[in-house]
């Protein structure tokens, strides 16, 4: 008998095991090339995926002799407990480097303490009736909500840090939908579908960091020269304005600073660039000190706004950068010779920056 049920339990759990694996596999030896991410929290969900499968199998064992009641009720316990922890790796993954976590633990450990009180007072949240079958209390469905507000968390922190309007995020946006769609079910049957799909969903926003190191630049993510010259092509019809910037001074910064100065300095004008992406407006480092922005179908206002906001952005980091404007004419130019026109300017507007100050910052 015991053998059935743990035969039952592991063929249950045969997707989430794989998926543990492949994952795992994935995991190994490589790293996301994007700093922005934590690495590790990849791995802490895994790891409560394996012990929520391991407790699953083990409160199947306890179902099997009303004798194993309080077993039952402590591994009932840790499976609420760890459920949340699950989601919540999935959300420190992509959770900013410089903020705090531990806030984001508190509403796990007040959820673990809620469902440890099953000891000694099941009926707020749940028991077991006198023939041994399960009953939820009032406050039965608390973990499930707590999933289903990190699942909204992550669902916020993809669309501000990952935004994408080349479409690449739905994927994501279709993962996170099933997770919420298994904690549906997870209410309504006590299952551990949740499991799956949260691994599913880390995969696939793996693989989506993974990809995006073939079209970011590593530094600063900001689209790469391979993308840039790929929207040229394939968007030329709805640009109407391309301009061309340089910082001022990287070479003298290096020189004085050491070139991690310079690299954190390169970081922050790609900062500054990212504030005025919009859907009309791309950013993107061709190479070097030397970002380039496309307009699609712009006014001159909208073009002079962002540039100006970006001038603002980037003195207000110490900074410099120089600023080359090419607009389209309604003989519409091709898109050759508005970066050709927006280089010229930005040398210009580059040459008058170093004829105001030390030359030996020029590069």
């Known amino acids: 008998m015991i053998q059935e049920v743990l035969d039952q339990a592991s063929g249950e759990h045969y997707l989430a095991i794989m998926l543990i694996i492949v994952l795992s596999g994935i995991l190994r030896g490589r790293s996301v090339p994007l700093g922005r991410v934590r690495q590790r929290s990849f791995w802490l969900t895994i790891?409560?995926?394996?012990?929520?499968?391991?407790?699953?199998?083990?409160?199947?064992?306890?179902?099997?002799?009303?004798?194993?009641r309080t077993m039952r009720v402590i591994l009932s316990i840790t499976g609420y407990s760890l459920r949340p922890v699950a989601v919540l790796g999935f959300l420190l993954v992509i959770w900013p480097l410089d903020k705090k976590v531990w806030y984001l633990w508190v509403p796990v450990i007040l959820n673990a303490v809620l469902?440890?009180?099953?000891?000694?007072?099941?009926?707020l949240t749940f028991g077991y009736h006198e023939n041994y079958h399960f009953y939820r209390g009032p406050l039965g469905r608390t973990m499930f909500v707590l999933c289903v507000l990190y699942?909204?968390?992550?669902?916020?922190?993809?669309?501000?840090?990952?935004?994408d309007h080349r479409g690449t995020m739905f994927v994501n946006y279709l993962c996170a939908a099933g997770c919420i769609g298994s904690m549906i079910v997870d209410v309504n049957t006590d299952g551990v579908t949740i499991l799956s799909a949260v691994l599913i969903s880390s995969m696939t926003f793996y693989l989506f960091l993974r990809t995006q190191g073939t079209d970011h630049d590593p530094l600063t993510q900001l689209w790469n020269r391979l993308v840039f010259y790929e929207d040229c092509n394939t968007r030329k019809n709805q640009i109407n304005g391309v301009a061309s910037i340089d910082m001022n001074g990287l070479k003298l910064m290096n020189d004085e600073q050491g070139h991690d100065a310079g690299d954190r300095a390169l970081e922050a004008i790609g900062e500054s660039l990212k504030r005025v992406m919009n859907r009309k407006?791309?950013?993107?480092?061709?190479?070097?000190?030397e970002f380039m922005l496309l307009f699609y179908r712009c006014s001159r206002e909208e073009m002079r706004q962002a540039l100006d906001t970006l001038d603002r952005d980037v003195q207000a980091a110490g900074l410099s950068v120089a600023v080359g404007l090419a607009e389209a004419t309604e003989a519409k130019e091709p898109i050759d010779e508005l970066i050709r026109t927006s280089d010229q300017r930005m040398y210009q507007s580059k040459s008058e920056y170093y004829q105001a100050h030390d030359r030996r910052g020029q590069r």
Do not use: N, W
């Not at 099953?118 to 009926?123: C, F, M, Q, R, W």
């Not at 407006?281 to 000190?289: H, M, N, V, W």
């Open 115 to 123: 469902y440890s009180t099953a000891l000694v007072y099941p009926d």
């Open 47 to 68: 790891a409560v995926c394996l012990l929520l499968v391991l407790q699953d199998v083990l409160e199947k064992y306890t179902q099997l002799d009303p004798a194993r």
């Open 281 to 289: 407006i791309s950013a993107y480092r061709i190479g070097g000190d």
């Open 151 to 163: 699942m909204i968390q992550i669902l916020y922190m993809i669309r501000v840090r990952f935004r």
